[in-house]
């Protein structure tokens, strides 16, 4: 894991909630764990998804014993909230995850192939520039190919009614994307190069 993708409030905001008993049902996905992966830039929010029904209740409860939570979203099944100065979110996710998670400070690190897939979800809906580029630069350090992503993405999403067209549309979509700032990087990475990436990689693509 490339830990030193984490600012400090966040690093410390893991050892904070390691101790949570809660977190044992969650995992962290998100761009925080693809950047735990790849190294390629910084993060400093903790996503965390459980396939199980929780009590949100419980679980800000939990938090406010250990520092002061600032609550942002609170639903069933649903929390968000700012701890510690990071941004964490709780949210019932129920599709499987593809491969098993790593651990890291006693919490589970949702598997590379499984973030990837989450985020072709995310593009297909609105891409971030953080979420092309998390699916750029996990296929230019060669963990995967973009067919790899797609074959793993139907396995995972499998009993949903999904198009792969519209998936594809999404993955050259950008307009949404543009006015974004870029994420601090920890290796180079050009946008107008990610977008051309994409554009050739969805060509080649047979559906």
């Known amino acids: 894991m490339f830990t030193t993708i984490l600012p400090r409030d966040t690093q410390e905001t893991v050892e ?10 969650f995992y962290l996905s998100g761009g925080t764990a693809c950047a735990l992966h790849l190294g390629h830039r910084l ?23 250990q520092k002061t939570v600032q609550i942002l979203a609170e639903d069933k099944n649903t929390f968000h909230c700012i701890f510690n100065k990071t941004r964490l979110s709780f949210l019932r996710y129920k599709y499987p995850l593809i ?5 890291y400070k006693g919490i589970n690190v949702s598997s590379l192939i ?18 092309f580029i998390d699916v750029y630069c996990a296929i230019q350090k060669k963990r995967y190919a973009l067919s790899d992503i797609i074959a793993a993405f139907q396995k995972k999403y499998k009993d949903v009614d999904y198009s792969l067209l519209h998936i594809m549309k999404g993955l050259v979509y950008f307009e949404d994307a543009e006015e974004e700032e870029m994420p601090i990087m920890k290796i180079e990475a050009d ?15 047979k559906l």
């Open 16 to 25: 904070l909630l390691k101790h949570t008993v809660l977190l044992a049902n």
């Open 43 to 65: 993060s400093e929010d903790l996503d965390f998804f459980t396939p199980n029904v929780f009590d949100a209740k419980q679980l800000r409860d939990e938090l406010l014993e």
């Open 99 to 103: 491969e098993p998670c790593s651990p």
């Open 114 to 131: 499984d973030v990837l897939c989450t985020k072709l979800d995310t593009i297909s809906a609105r891409g971030s520039k953080k979420d």
């Open 191 to 205: 946008w107008k190069e990610v977008k051309s990436f994409f554009i050739e990689e969805v060509k080649k693509t």
